[in-house]
């Protein structure tokens, strides 16, 4: 699975890779160079990033799961206990 950005996202992408390289390096980047960068970072890196942020989804759901319990149990076999309260 190949990640793919949405248009405008990949446009910011590629204005924030030029705009580095305009503030941190000494050679500018033109488009079809901030576009094959890009591109080498999605491929390269990207898979790496992407499987992390799974994993944490999956965590913070396993969390929740296991919170589940706590938020929604309902005593049983409580009627007795309930009619004492009510005399």
Same mark, same amino acid.
């Given at each position: 699975?190949?990640?793919?950005? $949405?248009? !405008? ?12 390289? %305009?503030?941190?390096?000494? !050679?500018?980047?033109?488009?079809? #160079?901030?576009?094959?960068?890009? %591109?080498?970072?999605?491929?390269? +890196?990207?898979?790496? +990033?992407?499987? #992390?942020?799974?994993? %944490?989804?999956?965590? =913070?759901?396993? =969390?929740?799961? =296991? $919170?589940?319990? +706590? ?17």
């Amino acid at each position: 699975m190949s990640i793919q950005l $949405e248009k !405008e996202i990949q446009k910011q992408a590629l204005d924030s890779i030029q705009r580095y390289f %305009d503030v941190n390096m000494e !050679e500018r980047i033109g488009s079809l #160079q901030a576009a094959a960068l890009l %591109d080498f970072l999605l491929e390269e +890196i990207g898979p790496s +990033i992407y499987n #992390q942020a799974v994993r %944490d989804a999956q965590d =913070q759901l396993q =969390q929740r799961v =296991q $919170e589940l319990d +706590i938020d929604v149990h309902e005593e049983e076999f409580g009627y007795w206990k309930n009619q004492k309260k009510r005399h």
